[in-house]
Nanobody
Framework: QVQLVESGGGLVQAGGSLRLSCAAS????????MGWFRRAPGKEREFVAG????????SYADSVKGRFTISTDYAKATSYLQMNSLKPEDTALYYC???????????????????WGQGTQVTVSS
């Protein structure tokens, strides 16, 4: 079992930046595929970014490609989502998630992730 806690959300103007953090606790002796998802008001949860267990492969939703960067620091048991050039449409509750340690590759499907944080709110004003 691993527990995930997100932080770093807040209110930012369009064009600004935020860095979200996802701190893991529990079974941090294992490495995990990490993902970030978001849910905007009135919309379905959507995939934002993912990073493989070995941290050598990343994937992004088309809507954030070139603006967001996912990374993992295993020494700190923390995953990050650097968000630049933020837009009002990025406003959402952001969740980090981890796949079972059996898996090595990223997935854009929320159903493939076994562990979830509680979320951190990101609001981008125009």
């Amino acid at each position: 079992q691993v527990q995930l806690v997100e932080s770093g959300g807040g209110l930012v103007q369009a064009g600004g930046s935020l860095r979200l953090s996802c701190a893991a606790s529990g079974r941090t002796d294992s490495r995990y595929v990490m993902g970030w998802f978001r849910r905007a008001p009135g919309k379905e949860r959507e995939f934002v970014a993912g990073i493989s267990k070995s941290a050598d492969t990343t994937s992004y939703a088309d809507s954030v490609k070139g603006r967001f960067t996912i990374s993992t620091d295993y020494a700190k048991a923390t995953s990050y989502l650097q968000m630049n050039s933020l837009k009002p449409e990025d406003t959402a509750l952001y969740y980090c998630a981890a796949r079972s340690p059996y898996w090595s590759k990223t997935s854009a499907s929320a159903s493939q992730y076994a562990y979830w944080g509680q979320g951190t709110q990101v609001t981008v004003s125009s």
